[in-house]
């Protein structure tokens, strides 16, 4: 069918002329504005016929708005998602459900659509643990909202596609160098080129990059000594410390990081052949939840180390059936060294600093087979059938050590050693008749021998009844299944818990997309329930006495938590965009807000969730003149006040809050005039308050209900600049606009 | 915090280093005795009229199990050690013996005694 | 199964690497039809009914799936270039060929689609003084023989023009339209 109002009657009929036209190719760059996005269904389709609200940050994005990593693209650039930074790896949120401490679980991280989340801890990390180097990084796609009907667990308040550069947009050698005053420093260098191979044309693409944080320095409230200590002796909190029973003052050892990492991308006839590399070591800057650790201690520490395969092919048998086949393999492991008085840490005497060593291992590899079934040959009507078939092993514990000596003064304790295997059948269809209606409808089935299987539906339509107008609506399902550290993990401070039910959401979302001329405005609206949701939850007296009586708890074990299946979410609320540009596409600007009514509902009655901010959003500006005049750009990103991490402690007069937050990154980019290839980044980051969210130093249980708890700084001034290097990049054509 | 603070570990060690060793440790809990129990000073300072933990003393001896407890460690020597664990270890068979739990009755009493013969009694029990 | 995905893969020939993702049909079609009008050429080339030539290379999938989507998404416009039109999916028999059709039967636009690699030299030698507009969605064609092409960075659409190209093919795009272009000089 073709007959459909355009929208230049649309806007008649309302009364508003058609926009005043200062450029008759306005048309023709709304067309060319539109984004292409591939993560949704797992084929590119513009954004606005998409199966979900996503948003995309491109290349050009992270380099003019001064970007480091996947969690400041999101934090400024992405609709609906939000990130809130404990000093540790960054907690994500989205539509206002944050949980603090999660570890990522509950976005599922691809890399060009290879999950990395691991199966041992569920986690992912978005900061510079991420491990791609950002230099390579061609666009990230933000899906807000489940996905597991094509990617499984994990994929619940959203995904998060990072898809890498191919050879023609990172052609040549690239060497860059960035230092921030007093914080970090960051170096890397890369390559694209294209090569026969046995008679095929052939390219890679490689890139490797070495981040090093060694500050600020940071300031914590210091806590007045509150309680005797153990064995009536004051606490000490600094190795090496006075024994005054005083926490807090300055970090000047403890916040650091170091992260190298490297990617390299091979793809030769229908062969993609990916490989990543990356390790993230990062210090504890600050006592928090179960891990208590002596103050400003440079040898407490956490280390991830992962390395992945992937290998890929792609094969049209004919134009009706085509197969997609991908072997993959990942190793994962994660070191925690924690650092305490052994004293008042592990209630020792002898020596005098402890050590609790958590290690953990996963290992993973699997087969993915996917058949496109294109019915009518013009990919209108189109069944994707895929199986993904993946084994995982996975081995932890935790040693006590004597920090000294590096001898364990008792037995190891949460100790797992499992492998199992999942089988996951998925199906996917759509329907394009025409240009104003899109369909799509799928289901996937994930079996596991640790929970019962389980279906993760959705559908969605998209109708155009205008030409420049989209009318979404979408209905999704997702979870995610317990990792092995909630489910069999025991130690003095967490009981096993065995089995556990997968969380699971569900979503019911609408939107309207209007884009006129070079202009885009989205209003969508949602509904989220989640159910089982997996927390850690304090053991009463009676429940560890059992625990005990049945040898499963040491009698001296106290403050011990346990994963249960404790709450259910209610969340609803909106999101809003905006964005576009002017002056010929020079001027380039988004806007975006979302306002969320999120609630936790357990034995406890319906409560606010910690750390989560019910409104949040972003703005960026930039203008790009062409030629060699530097680029200015602006981004903002903003969240009301919101609780703390931990406010629900009897004996407060009032629920302690975090007041709104902005931050404000301003950066000037651009090319020397006169020396070829060499480019420049300037950029400075200014946050409106000192702390966060994220309460430090000992569990406000024990302080003084009318003293408020010790929060988490936050790094509110910082500056830097970088300098890059790209030579040999020329394939012939010169840049639109005349940008050099 | 100055760069280089830090020695620079090589890329190749962190990503490629030797695989993480999850194998469990055993450690073998010897369950110290003491051998000669407590000495008579300690127990004249835990138990006697008018001593500093004989208020302690007389609460344990209302409640169930707590004497056999007692007894128990007095036997064991349990109040020579001064940190909470190296205690617990001499005592895991007192623990045992009457199916000590955190939510047993007697064990704030024990938790009592255990706090007073290590700040009021110190000199007089501690010898480790 | 990755056998025999293997086995169909290895079967073809040598040809450009299979894109991971392009510019959708729908997406292409729409910026052709919006393109056209910027051709100072294109009233005179076109007529009164723009005709459109979708090129299948013979025994090629991936040829094959590419022309039928393109010719469905052009299928569905109103207008190109604001006037009616006609497309047709053609095998390709020859540049020669192609290069009579093209004048006989007046076609402002020949979509090349994958797999014709060994065919662009002939392509480039038999459109040369030809009036036509040819248009291909495997970025790598522009510079090795046809005029306009569309590749994906960061997830958005771009246009290439082989400029050289068009003038011999007698497509002259207006200077408001080449500064939303990558031009290939």
Redesign the interface.
Same mark, same amino acid.
Request: net charge negative; with cysteine.
């Given at each position: 069918m073709k007959a459909r109002w355009s929208s230049g009657l649309l806007l008649a009929s309302l009364g508003l002329s058609a926009p005043a036209l200062a450029d008759d190719t306005e048309s023709l760059e709304s067309a060319l504005s539109q984004s292409v996005v591939t993560t949704a269904s797992t084929q590119a389709e513009s954004a606005s016929s998409a199966p979900a609200t996503s948003s995309t940050i491109t290349a050009e994005q992270l380099r003019i708005y001064g970007i480091r990593s996947i969690d400041e693209a999101i934090q400024f650039l992405a609709l609906g998602v939000i990130v809130s930074d404990p000093l540790r790896t960054p907690d994500l949120g989205a539509r206002g459900v944050l949980l603090p401490g999660d570890d990522g679980k509950h976005f599922l991280l691809l890399v060009d659509g290879h999950s990395v989340n691991d199966p041992l801890y569920g986690a992912a990390r978005f900061d510079q643990g991420a491990g791609i180097p950002i230099d390579v990084i061609d666009r990230i796609e933000v899906i807000v909202g489940p996905g597991s009907v094509l990617y499984g667990s994990n994929a619940m308040l959203g995904v998060i596609n990072v898809i890498t550069k191919l050879e023609k947009d990172y052609r040549g050698g690239h060497v860059f160098g960035e230092y921030e005053w007093d914080r970090s420093a960051r170096a890397g260098a890369g390559a694209g080129f294209h090569f026969d191979l046995f008679g095929e044309r052939a390219e890679i693409t490689a890139a490797v990059e070495y981040f090093r944080r060694f500050g600020p320095d940071l300031s914590f409230d210091k806590q007045a000594p509150v309680f005797s200590g153990v064995n009536g002796v004051t606490p000490t909190y600094r190795r090496g410390g006075p024994a005054d029973g005083i926490w807090g003052g300055k970090v000047s050892d403890a916040y650091f990081a170091e992260a190298p990492m490297g990617s390299l991308r091979l793809r030769v006839a229908d062969f993609d052949i990916s490989v990543l590399a990356s390790a993230y070591r990062r210090g504890i800057p600050y006592t928090y939840g179960l891990v208590d650790v002596d103050f400003d201690d440079d040898q407490s520490y956490e280390l991830d180390r992962a390395l992945r395969f992937d290998i890929e092919h792609y094969a049209a048998a004919s134009a009706f059936l085509q197969l997609t086949s991908r072997i993959y393999a990942d190793g994962f492991d994660y070191q925690r060294r924690v650092n305490r008085d052994a004293l008042q840490g592990c209630f020792r005497s002898g020596f005098s600093t402890c050590q609790y060593y958590t290690a953990g291992r996963a290992r993973w590899a699997g087969i993915e087979e996917r058949i496109s079934l294109n019915w009518l040959k013009d990919s209108s009507l189109v069944t994707l059938v895929g199986l993904d078939a993946r084994m995982r092993w996975v081995s932890a514990k935790e040693d006590a050590l004597n920090f000294d000596t590096g001898e364990p003064f008792t037995s190891s304790t949460g100790v797992v050693d499992a492998r199992a295997g999942l089988l996951s059948p998925y199906l996917q269809q759509t329907y394009k008749p025409n240009l104003w209606l899109d369909l799509n409808f799928g289901a996937r089935l994930d079996v596991e021998e640790r929970i019962s299987p389980i279906v993760s539906p959705r559908g969605a339509l998209a109708i155009r009844p205008f030409e420049l107008t989209t009318l979404k609506g979408v209905y999704s399902q997702a979870f995610r299944a317990p990792t092995w550290n909630e489910t069999d993990v025991g130690t003095i401070r967490q009981a096993r818990a065995g089995s556990l039910e997968p969380e699971v959401v569900r979503s019911l979302e609408g939107s309207i997309e209007q884009r006129v001329a070079t202009q885009r405005l989205m209003f969508g609206v949602f509904r989220t329930w989640w159910e089982n949701l997996v927390e850690p939850r304090t053991l009463t007296g009676a429940e560890r006495g059992e625990l005990q009586s049945r040898g499963e708890l040491p009698i001296n074990a106290v403050n011990v938590v346990q994963y249960r299946n404790v709450a259910t979410l209610n969340n609803y609320g909106y999101n809003a965009s905006w964005d576009g540009t002017l002056a010929r596409g020079r001027l380039s600007y988004g806007l975006n807000a979302t306002a969320a009514f999120a609630r936790r509902e357990s034995g406890q009655g319906s409560q606010l969730l910690p750390a989560a901010p019910n409104f949040f959003g972003n703005a960026h500006v930039a203008y790009v003149a062409g030629g060699y005049a530097p680029i200015p750009a602006l981004a903002v990103s903003y969240m009301n006040d919101r609780l703390i991490d931990r406010p629900y402690v009897s004996g407060f007069r009032s629920t302690p809050t975090a007041p709104p937050i902005a931050e404000l990154r301003a950066t000037l980019s651009g090319r020397f005039p006169g020396l070829t290839g060499i480019g420049y980044r300037l950029s400075g980051t200014y946050a409106t308050e000192s702390h966060g969210a994220y309460t430090a130093g000992n569990i406000p249980e024990i302080i003084s209900p009318t003293t408020l708890p010790t929060l988490a700084p936050v790094d509110q001034y910082s500056v830097f600049l970088g300098l890059r290097y790209d030579f040999a990049t020329g394939d012939g054509f010169s840049e639109p606009g005349g940008a050099p | 915090?100055?760069?280089g603070?830090?020695l620079?570990?090589p890329?190749a060690v =962190? #990503?490629?280093?030797a695989? #993480?060793?999850?194998?469990?440790? $055993? #450690?073998e809990?010897t369950h110290k005795d003491a051998g000669a129990g407590t000495s008579a000073e300690c127990r004249e300072c835990i138990m006697g009229e008018g001593q500093p933990c004989r208020s302690a003393y007389d609460q344990c001896l209302a409640l169930p199990d707590c004497p056999e407890f007692h007894q128990c460690v007095l036997e064991r020597g349990c109040y020579s050690? !001064? !940190?909470?664990?190296?205690r =617990?270890a001499c005592g895991q068979p007192c623990?045992d013996s009457i $199916? =000590?739990?955190?939510? $047993?009755p007697a064990l704030p009493a024990i938790l009592a005694l255990n706090?007073c013969s290590?700040?009021d009694c110190r000199a007089q029990c501690i010898t480790? | 199964m990755l056998a025999l995905t293997l086995g169909v893969g290895l079967s073809v020939g040598p040809r450009a690497l299979a894109q991971p993702a392009s510019v959708p049909p729908t997406v292409q079609a729409d910026l052709v039809a919006k393109l056209l009008p910027y051709d100072r050429n294109f009233e005179k080339r076109a007529g009164p009914i723009v005709r459109t030539l979708v090129l299948v290379k013979p025994g090629s999938a991936r040829s094959r799936i590419a022309a039928e989507a393109f010719k469905s998404a052009l299928s569905n416009l109103d207008r190109v270039g604001g006037r009616p039109h006609e497309e047709r999916i053609v095998n390709y028999e020859g540049a020669a060929a192609l290069a009579k059709s093209c004048r006989s039967e007046r076609i402002a636009v020949v979509y090349v689609t994958p797999d014709f690699d060994g065919e662009l030299d002939a392509l480039q030698r038999a459109l040369a003084g030809v009036d036509v507009l040819s248009v291909s969605a495997v970025s790598d064609y522009v510079s090795r023989g046809v005029v306009l092409g569309f590749e994906l960075v960061s997830g958005k659409p771009k246009l290439l023009l082989d400029l050289p190209r068009a003038k011999q093919q007698h497509v002259d795009f207006s200077a408001a339209v080449l500064r939303l272009m990558k031009v290939y000089r």
């Open positions: - | 915090m100055t760069l603070r830090h620079l570990l890329l =962190l #990503v490629f280093g695989c #993480v060793d999850t194998t469990p440790i $055993h #450690v809990e050690p !001064a !940190a909470l664990e190296d =617990l623990i $199916h =000590l739990t955190s939510s $047993h706090d290590q700040r480790e | -």
